[in-house]
């Protein structure tokens, strides 16, 4: 994705956050969602970024929106627009976990406690319709979630956030069951624009070329408001 958007001549930045990734080794019990935030927020006050469109796919949903809630009063205007990419969106109060089965959120704290507490595995690739090669890279790369996100309750001011202008990507083939109350919540309530793309939860893989051009047509019109 990097070099398809910088190519366009868009100042990208791809923010790791702590605990996954190449930064599996600072894993900790008390990372957190406020951990995550200051990744995200140290990222852009260093690199001193103006007008920035934020970007969060799944979990990141939850993230972004925190973010959002903390620059708005800090830096208002600094965020330009919220794209929420096959994201969950968070209430006040809500957790990563809210919108998940029963039967998700049993299976995930059963294999938290294999691991102290600490973490749960990423599922295998294929349940974002990933194959072959694509899948297998995804599936040496993918590390272990921090489990206290899981669980833990956001705290933002909706109209606070609400008030940036947001989009919604639906990755409709197949289309991830834990984002099913993000897909029915932005085609019920106003202010949302929808974009729908015919791949998987992994669209950064499965369809990098789509995906960067619906990110540089957001990006465009909000270098235009």
């Known amino acids: 994705m990097l070099p398809l958007l910088r190519g366009a001549g868009v100042e990208t930045h791809a923010v790791t956050l702590t605990g ?3 930064r599996a080794h600072l894993l900790g019990p008390d990372v957190g969602i406020d951990t995550h935030i200051q990744d995200v927020i140290g990222l852009i006050t260093t690199e ?3 007008r ?3 970007v969060g796919h799944s979990y990141a949903g939850n993230l972004i929106t925190c973010v959002a809630d903390r620059l708005q009063r800090s830096h208002p205007g600094l ?3 919220l794209v929420y990419l096959d994201a969950g969106i968070p209430t006040p109060g809500s957790s990563w976990s809210t919108p998940h089965s029963p039967e998700t959120v049993a299976r995930r704290v ?3 406690q294999a691991s102290g507490g600490l973490s749960f595995p990423p599922p295998d690739a294929s349940v974002f319709g990933l194959s072959g090669a694509d899948r297998d890279w995804v599936n040496r790369r993918q590390t272990p979630q921090p ?3 899981y669980q833990e309750p956001l705290d933002f001011d909706p109209a606070r956030v609400w008030a940036i202008p947001h989009s919604f990507i639906d990755c ?3 289309p ?3 984002i099913d109350a993000a897909r029915r919540r932005v085609r019920s309530e106003p202010g949302w624009k929808v974009y729908e793309l015919a791949t998987g939860h992994d669209p950064m893989v499965s369809a990098p070329r789509e995906l960067a051009q619906l990110l540089l047509t957001v990006h465009h019109q909000a270098s235009r408001a």
């Open 48 to 50: 001193e970024l103006q």
């Open 52 to 54: 920035v469109v934020l």
């Open 172 to 174: 409709t083939h197949p």
């Open 147 to 149: 489990f206290r996100l």
């Open 20 to 22: 996954v990734g190449e």
């Open 79 to 81: 965020l330009r627009h």
């Open 110 to 112: 059963a294999e938290a």
């Open 176 to 178: 991830l069951p834990t």
